[in-house]
Every structure is written in structure tokens, then in C-alpha cells.
Nanobody, 120 residues
Framework: VQLQASGGGLVQPGGSLRLSCAAS????????MAWYRQAPGKQRELVAS???????DYADFVKGRFTISRDNNKNTVYLQMESLKPEDTAVYYC???????????????WGQGTLVTVSS
């Protein structure tokens, strides 16, 4: 199983970016998908999550600015980021709880991270 994140880059304050993360490999079912971020010198923190039934949760610091969504047919999770601030600068990681077959327990997987830099 692999989680491949993309879409990071350099953006000016107030700008927008859309991150994508596609899961591939032997996947039976993906339950929760999420985005985390880690800024230099700080701990990794949850940004947003979305369950298989579509229920979403957001960290307070992104509410109203970021939107998480998923395409179950493509095993892909997205993060639409608006009104970006310099403090949003971080490496963004996708994360998923998934089962590789019917009999397996759900396990947690991480993507490789994509860098988002918000600067003028």
C-alpha cells in the first residue's frame, strides 16, 4: 500500500492550494482519511479528517478556510486550502486507516508529505 501526496508548493498569503493524496495497492476498504501537518520545530498536528460516511472534522485553526473531501472510487483524499497564512507553512501528510482484505484488521498508513510554503 502507498499513499502518494501531491499539490504542495509556494503560494502568497491569501492564496489557495489543493492537495491530493491517492492510495494504491492491495486495498479492501478505506475508513478514515486525514491530513496532518508538521511545521519546522513543531509536532505533527491534525488538520482535517473525513470518515467513509463523509463525516468531517477540522482543527480550529483551519475552520472556514480548508475543506477536506474524498473520492472513494479513486481512493483519493483532497484538501482545498483557501486564505492561506504564513503560519500554514508546513509539510502536509496524508493518513489513512484501511483494510487490505476482508479478514484483516484496519491499519494506519502515512504518505510521504508535501511541502506548503506561504510567503510573499
Amino acid at each position: 500500500v502507498q499513499l502518494q501526496a501531491s499539490g504542495g508548493g509556494l503560494v502568497q498569503p491569501g492564496g489557495s492550494l489543493r492537495l491530493s493524496c491517492a492510495a494504491s495497492g492491495s486495498i479492501f476498504r478505506i475508513d478514515r482519511m486525514a491530513w496532518y501537518r508538521q511545521a519546522p520545530g513543531k509536532q505533527r498536528e491534525l488538520v482535517a479528517s473525513i470518515r467513509s460516511d463523509g463525516v468531517k472534522d477540522y482543527a480550529d485553526f483551519v475552520k472556514g478556510r480548508f475543506t477536506i473531501s474524498r473520492d472513494n472510487n479513486k481512493n483519493t483524499v483532497y484538501l482545498q486550502m483557501e486564505s492561506l497564512k504564513p503560519e500554514d507553512t508546513a509539510v502536509y501528510y496524508c493518513n489513512a486507516d484501511l483494510k487490505i482484505n476482508f479478514y484483516a484488521v484496519s491499519t494506519n498508513w502515512w504518505g510521504q508529505g508535501t511541502l506548503v510554503t506561504v510567503s510573499s
